[in-house]
């Protein structure tokens, strides 16, 4: 029987690093990655509309046989992995703002959280930050164009200015609550000089195990079999190989 895929959805680049991550831990496996990058940014967009477009990737992919669905997106994953939950039989994850461990390494610090407006709004993320604020001072800001700006300028990120996306301040932490602002980590570190969370590794993991993959090392030869979907196809496929 042929082996089933582990299917990653982002609106567009952003889901990259978890692929390449999940690429690097568990050679061998095969993948589809679908990108709708058309329609990015998604973070500026109305729920239904966002969940719309979900569903239209999720009929996609759900024609090939999925082992497990990521949504490497938070804006998704904030808006409508429940809805995606009860359509599809397949396990699906999501990805969510990593405060937990960044608000448990710096208690009672301040902790920005860089998110979508989608995201920033959204009841889960009402949830979230509840549950932590306690913890640490917690600091949502949204770089209402930053996404966009990832998205548009992937293959030159230098021509994004940083100082006209990000807040000013001081912080003891910040975490990437979009997975299009992981392309700027490092920047963004430097930015801020002080250590950043993205929760990819982390997300990744909890994916191979409803995936029920536990083999991470006796396939390190075998390439990864990935096949791109979506408008965003041949953008997607082309950004992959210059990370990897
Ligand atoms: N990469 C996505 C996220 O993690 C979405 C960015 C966007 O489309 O606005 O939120």
Not at 81 to 107: H, N, Q, W
Not at 157 to 180: M, R, S, W, Y
Request: glycine share 6%.
């Amino acid at each position: 029987m042929e082996e089933k895929f582990t299917a990653f959805f982002d609106s567009g680049v952003g889901g990259l690093a978890l692929l390449g991550e999940f690429c690097k831990r568990f050679p061998g496996e095969r993948c589809i990655y679908y990108g709708d990058n058309a329609n990015a940014p998604y973070g500026n967009r109305p729920h239904a509309e966002i969940c719309f477009l979900a569903e239209k990737a999720f009929a996609e992919i759900s024609r090939y046989p999925i082992k497990a669905a990521l949504i490497a997106c938070n804006t998704v994953t904030a808006e409508c992995v429940e809805e995606m939950r009860k359509k599809y039989t397949f396990p699906i994850v999501g990805i969510e703002p990593a405060i937990k461990p960044a608000a448990l390494s710096f208690p009672g610090g301040k902790v920005l959280l860089l998110a979508t407006r989608a995201t920033l709004q959204s009841e889960r993320m009402e949830k979230l930050l509840s549950e932590y604020s306690a913890a640490a001072d917690l600091i949502p800001y949204c770089p209402q164009e930053l996404a966009g700006a990832v998205e548009k300028n992937i293959f030159d990120l230098e021509k994004i200015p940083l100082a006209e996306h990000l807040p000013k301040g001081k912080f003891d932490a910040v975490v990437l609550g979009c997975t299009h602002y992981s392309f700027l980590r490092k920047k963004i570190e430097s930015w801020f000089a002080c250590p950043v969370f993205d929760g990819i590794a982390a997300t990744v993991r909890r994916l191979a195990i409803v995936a029920n993959i536990c083999s991470e090392n006796d396939r390190k030869t075998v390439k990864n079999g990935l096949f791109f979907m979506g408008s965003g196809a041949k953008k997607n496929k082309s950004v992959f190989e210059t990370m990897n």
